[in-house]
């Protein structure tokens, strides 16, 4: 029931930005946190943002003063503007509810690569 359909993904340069989006269904959006995190080849799954539903915000210190994670409760989408990005910055991204603990989307990949 629950879907979680990540986009927005793709290959940029170094200090290059992109906008990931979440579209989300199968439960009242507006009354759960949204979080994105991210998996790099070899690495543990971590947590990049959380957005809740009163607006405050959580971004892990890497990703402080270059991500910004918002919400469309209208349109049942999360996002995550991504602005000076590095190549450690490179993953496979996933949005998550915290409607359900352990559902995932498929994930939209991020490269940062010359």
């Known amino acids: 029931q629950v879907q979680l359909v990540e986009s927005g993904g793709g290959l940029v340069q170094p200090g290059g930005s992109l906008r990931l989006s979440c579209a989300a269904s199968g439960f009242t959006f507006s009354a759960y946190v949204m979080s994105w995190y991210r998996q790099a080849p070899g690495k543990e799954r971590e947590l990049v943002a959380f957005?809740?539903?009163?607006?405050?915000?959580y971004y892990r210190d890497s990703v402080k003063g270059r991500f910004t994670i918002s919400r469309d409760n209208a349109k049942r989408t999360v996002y995550l503007q991504m602005n000076s990005l590095k190549p450690e910055d490179t993953a496979m991204y996933y949005c998550?509810?915290?409607?359900?603990?352990?559902?995932w989307g498929q994930g939209t990949q991020v490269t940062v690569s010359s």
């Open positions: 998550k509810s915290s409607f359900s603990g352990t559902y």
């Open positions: 957005i809740n539903s009163g607006g405050s915000t």
